[in-house]
């Protein structure tokens, strides 16, 4: 489902993400965890067609982000770490324009709506203007635009963030239930969220991979928990 192939990309002196290469399947919820500015965000905007890099290429579901970016586009869902959203609009009206985007018309937008609503657990604000909402459901917002069009790569960057513990609670709870037919890829760097969603991990740090294994795996071999095994890892680095 997604082939990164050797991605780099710099800005000016600054080495973002370089020469990275990882695989990832159907079933797979991918925790990709790092520091602040080890690359995460960086790498997820390149897969997902906001930033091209400088060298090495990536495909999703065959599809070359540098050549095909638009079809790279039509099957993935990304939700950015700070995804924009339009004040002025209804939940509704900002949902609606998702669809206009995504060309999802008729009945398939209606199923798609009744589906998608309820999945957020967005019903009791649906008809508020997003500038009356919470950063709670602002985030709920941006993730059910992003899964609108139920894509079979979803591209998460912090999707709990702004969450109280119950709503963090309700979107793992989505996420597991997502993860049978989909692959997932979660930059985050709550540790709690990767052990309750994440299958597999990868430990990004100054650009580069320093570990991809299972957070049972890591916890077994380092002998502590995901915290302690995550500061050893970028230490090590540093």
Same mark, same amino acid.
């Given at each position: 489902?997604?082939? #990164? ?23 797979? #919820? ?122 079979? #790569? ?56 320093? #570990? ?27």
């Amino acid at each position: 489902m997604i082939k #990164v192939n050797r991605l780099r990309r710099t800005f000016g002196p600054i080495i973002a993400v370089d020469d990275i290469s990882f695989e990832a399947q159907t079933g797979e #919820v991918l925790g990709f965890l790092g520091p602040n500015g080890a690359g995460k965000s960086t790498t997820m905007k390149m897969l997902a067609c906001f930033l091209a890099p400088d060298s090495g290429t990536a495909s999703i579901n065959g599809f070359d982000i540098v050549k095909q970016p638009v079809d790279v586009r039509k099957n993935i869902g990304y939700l950015a770490e700070n995804a924009p959203l339009y004040n002025e609009m209804t939940v509704a009206g900002f949902l609606n324009f998702v669809c206009d985007a995504r060309q999802i018309n008729g009945q398939a937008r209606t199923k798609a709506l009744d589906r998608i609503v309820p999945m957020c657990a967005i019903e009791g604000v649906y008809h508020q203007t997003i500038d009356t909402l919470s950063k709670g459901f602002r985030r709920r917002t941006s993730l059910a635009g992003a899964l609108i069009h139920d894509p079979k #790569v979803l591209i998460l960057d912090e999707p709990t963030d702004g969450l109280d513990p119950n709503q963090k609670y309700e979107v793992r709870q989505l996420i597991n239930k997502m993860a049978k037919d989909k692959c997932i890829i979660i930059s985050t760097h709550i540790l709690e969220e990767v052990q309750a969603v994440c299958n597999r991990t990868i430990i990004i740090d100054q650009g580069r991979i320093r #570990v991809d294994s299972s957070p049972a795996k890591l916890k077994e071999e380092y002998k502590c928990e995901l915290d302690e095994v995550f500061r050893k890892i970028t230490k090590k680095s540093a």
